[in-house]
Nanobody, 125 residues
Framework: QVQLVESGGGLVQPGDSLRLSCAASGRTFESYTMAWFRQAPGKEREFVATIRWTNANTDYAEGVKGRFTISRDNTKNTAYLQMNSLKPEDTAVYYC??????????????????WGQGTQVTVSS
């Protein structure tokens, strides 16, 4: 497992952008699949995006495709989530997740064994 610390959340207006960061501990970050999930009040935690070994190996939930971009910098042990054209329905606590291995796309919470503490994103006018 790795330890994950998210940052970058905040209060923004509809149409604004935010970039979330997820700093990971450990020396084998490049061997971990990284992902972002989110959880709105009263709802289940849901998949947002995942990245495997390079910035070309990404997958997204339908509702964020074309607006959100997941990336990673293995030299900094950090994953990012660039969120553009934010909508009120994007309001949630955003969680970074990690699991060892890069073999296939993982979009379920049970497939990840390391989680950050979460960062609040609020989109409101």
């Amino acid at each position: 497992q790795v330890q994950l610390v998210e940052s970058g959340g905040g209060l923004v207006q509809p149409g604004d952008s935010l970039r979330l960061s997820c700093a990971a501990s450990g020396r084998t970050f490049e061997s971990y699949t990284m992902a972002w999930f989110r959880q709105a009040p009263g709802k289940e935690r849901e998949f947002v995006a995942t990245i495997r070994w390079t910035n070309a190996n990404t997958d997204y939930a339908e509702g964020v495709k074309g607006r959100f971009t997941i990336s990673r910098d293995n030299t900094k042990n950090t994953a990012y989530l660039q969120m553009n054209s934010l909508k009120p329905e994007d309001t949630a606590v955003y969680y970074c997740a990690a699991t060892y291995g890069l073999g296939f796309v993982k979009t379920f919470t049970y497939e990840y064994d390391s989680w950050g503490q979460g960062t609040q994103v609020t989109v409101s006018s």
